[in-house]
């Protein structure tokens, strides 16, 4: 979710910010594409953009690259935050929940959607990839309640890291499909066909552009999308 797009590979058209998009990154407004590196947030602005030319949209981005929801837990352990090497990222669910309020900052403000990509930190390790379950399911209807959002739309992308260094994915990946069929309003979505860099794990440029235009397409088909 942090991203390691590229963004001097962008085309022109994407490097233009869309005039009714705001953008807030670990709790400061900025631009768009300010930085060297983006992740799905530009191709989503662009295509929620063209849905909604007459609103305005705010993009709340808060991500820790390689940490596992032992690290996002509404309930923090810093022994198990630990067992997968995340103890000093720190209780990220306070921080999540206060950097998501600062865009908030008018009475007309509301929040339409989440969108997560995460879990390949779990799949690292046999013994989180099995609690992977329980702990989104909190996650989900704890972040929902903090945000006073119980219908939200949580838009979440399968992993598919590479098996050599990731053993537990398919745990990961079975997790994740039992909680779009369980979790109310949660999509998830496909990223096996998604271009990458030559790690084999981060979405390259046109990856992390289409994993954005992704995201907004299962949005958009949520019956709540629009309240």
């Avoid at 768009?32 to 983006?38: E, S, Y």
């Avoid at 530009?42 to 596992?68: N, Q, W």
């Avoid at 006073?148 to 499909?177: C, D, E, W």
């Amino acid at each position: 979710m942090a991203g390691q797009g590229t963004a001097r590979e962008l085309a022109p058209n994407y490097r233009r910010v869309p005039s009714n998009v705001e953008f807030y990154y670990n709790g400061y407004k900025t631009p768009l594409n300010r930085f060297r590196h983006f992740g799905p947030e530009i191709g989503f602005a662009h295509e929620l953009s063209r849905h909604f030319p007459h609103d305005t949209i705010k993009l709340i981005k808060f991500a820790v690259g390689g940490t596992s929801l032992f690290a996002w837990d509404p309930n923090w352990n810093a022994a198990k935050a630990r067992s997968t090497r995340n103890a000093s990222a720190g209780p990220l669910f306070k921080k999540l929940i206060k950097t998501a309020k600062v865009g908030f900052n008018n009475k007309d403000a509301k929040l339409a959607g989440i969108l997560w990509m995460q879990g390949e930190a779990d799949a690292k390790y046999p013994a989180a990839a099995k609690q992977y379950a329980n702990n989104l399911n909190r996650f989900v209807n704890r972040l929902r309640t903090e945000l006073k959002s119980p219908n939200a739309p949580f838009i979440m992308g399968s992993i598919n890291p590479p098996l050599k260094f990731f053993p537990a994915t398919a745990i990961v990946q079975q997790a994740q499909r039992v909680a779009a069929r369980h979790i109310r309003n949660l999509r998830l979505i496909r990223t096996a066909d998604l271009e990458k860099r030559n790690d084999h794990l981060h979405y390259s440029t046109r990856g992390q552009l289409e994993l954005g235009k992704r995201f907004a397409r299962a949005f958009l088909s949520t019956r709540v999308a629009y309240k």
